[in-house]
């Protein structure tokens, strides 16, 4: 595969990463932005605030599905390890940055699991199950979210290192370690909620 195509296809993950579901239903369902409802950002969570459980489901399961989508494509196309987790690291900047919404996107907690599932499913599992733990303990979803992406890269090179999982190689071991930084990065008015002890629990409302 040519420079040119690998870069073809980094830059339509990105596109991909950029379809803004979250705010498409919710303007669809309900003729609202759902960056002016409840706490702004352009995710599942405050898509079920605009308009209900089954359209909060369904932008999970899309923006989810985006960052499957992404690295699978770039496989089934031959890409690289390069260019897959560079494709995987771009659907996920996409969502964050969107270019149809002015590059004001979601937090990227959904397309972040979908693309990096697909990169290494058996260290995602181990997130998940440390983001339950964490939401059970402290009743806080940016907790779980923010500990979990953290804990990804370092649960993948654990799992090398024990020899229970296969060395992904450099392109989605620098994806393992990017993807949760713009995650952790689009949580820093969490992170300082969280510092200051006002960060909403489950429950009660969102900002």
């Known amino acids: 595969m040519s420079a040119w195509a690998g870069l073809a296809i980094v830059a339509l993950a990105y596109a991909l990463g950029s379809v803004p579901f979250s705010y498409l239903i919710v303007k669809l369902a309900k003729g609202r932005d759902v960056?002016?409802?409840?706490?702004?950002?352009?995710?599942?969570?405050?898509?079920?605030?605009?308009?209900?459980?089954?359209?909060?489901?369904?932008?999970?399961?899309?923006?989810?599905?985006?960052?499957?989508?992404?690295?699978?494509?770039?496989?089934?196309?031959?890409?690289?390890?390069?260019?897959?987790?560079?494709?995987?690291?771009?659907?996920?900047?996409?969502?964050?940055?969107?270019?149809?919404?002015?590059?004001?996107?979601?937090?990227g907690v959904a397309t972040a699991s979908g693309a990096l599932g697909a990169l290494?499913?058996?260290?995602?599992?181990?997130?998940?199950?440390?983001?339950?733990?964490?939401?059970?303990?402290?009743?806080?979803i940016s907790l779980g979210s923010i500990a979990a992406a953290a804990a990804f890269p370092l649960l993948l090179l654990a799992g090398v290192w024990l020899g229970w999982l296969r060395p992904p190689g450099a392109g989605p071991i620098a994806a393992a370690f990017l993807i949760p930084a713009l995650v952790v990065a689009r949580h820093s008015a969490n992170l300082d909620r969280l510092r200051r002890g006002v960060e909403p629990r489950l429950g009660e409302r969102g900002r």
Do not use: Q
């Open 120 to 140: 290494e499913p058996a260290a995602l599992a181990a997130s998940l199950a440390l983001f339950v733990l964490v939401v059970a303990w402290k009743r806080t």
């Open 35 to 107: 960056r002016t409802v409840g706490s702004g950002n352009a995710g599942a969570t405050n898509v079920m605030r605009a308009a209900g459980k089954a359209a909060g489901a369904a932008a999970l399961l899309l923006d989810c599905g985006k960052g499957v989508a992404a690295v699978t494509a770039a496989r089934a196309l031959g890409a690289s390890g390069l260019v897959v987790g560079g494709a995987a690291a771009a659907v996920v900047a996409g969502h964050i940055y969107p270019v149809f919404l002015g590059f004001r996107g979601g937090k």
